[in-house]
């Protein structure tokens, strides 16, 4: 199985930017589909973003075009590169591993997990 760790978090003003990390052990990052999901106290656990297996990127409405999900295969590694921060972005960010052969971005399709890196952005 995978193991994965976030990291990358802090605090930043709106409008800045932040590099997401989620480095993979114990397997090829490449053999999974990998999510991008956040939770904002008192919230559900959301999609943010996706990278599938072929390297194709799936994105949510709300941070589509500001947020770009990316592979290194040399180093395991899954980032998630996240422009223009706004205020409604604080949240405690997840990556996380789906085996299935098609990909869903439901937090309920994810196999693994990590432990989370939390962003907060201050308006």
């Known amino acids: 199985q995978v193991q994965l760790v976030e990291s990358g978090g802090g605090v930043v003003q709106a409008g800045d930017s932040l590099r997401l990390s989620c480095a993979a052990s114990?397997?090829?990052?490449?053999?999974?589909?990998i999510g991008w999901f956040r939770q904002a106290p008192g919230k559900e656990r959301q999609f943010v973003a996706l990278i599938t297996r072929s390297g194709a990127n799936s994105y949510a409405d709300s941070v589509r075009g500001r947020f770009t999900v990316s592979r290194d295969n040399a180093k395991n590694t899954v980032y998630l590169q996240m422009n223009s921060l706004k205020a409604e972005d604080t949240a405690v960010y997840f990556c996380a591993a789906e085996i299935a052969s098609v990909f869903r971005t439901t937090p309920e399709a994810m196999d693994y997990w990590g432990k989370g890196t939390l962003v907060t952005v201050s308006s």
């Open positions: 114990g397997r090829a990052v490449n053999n999974y589909h």
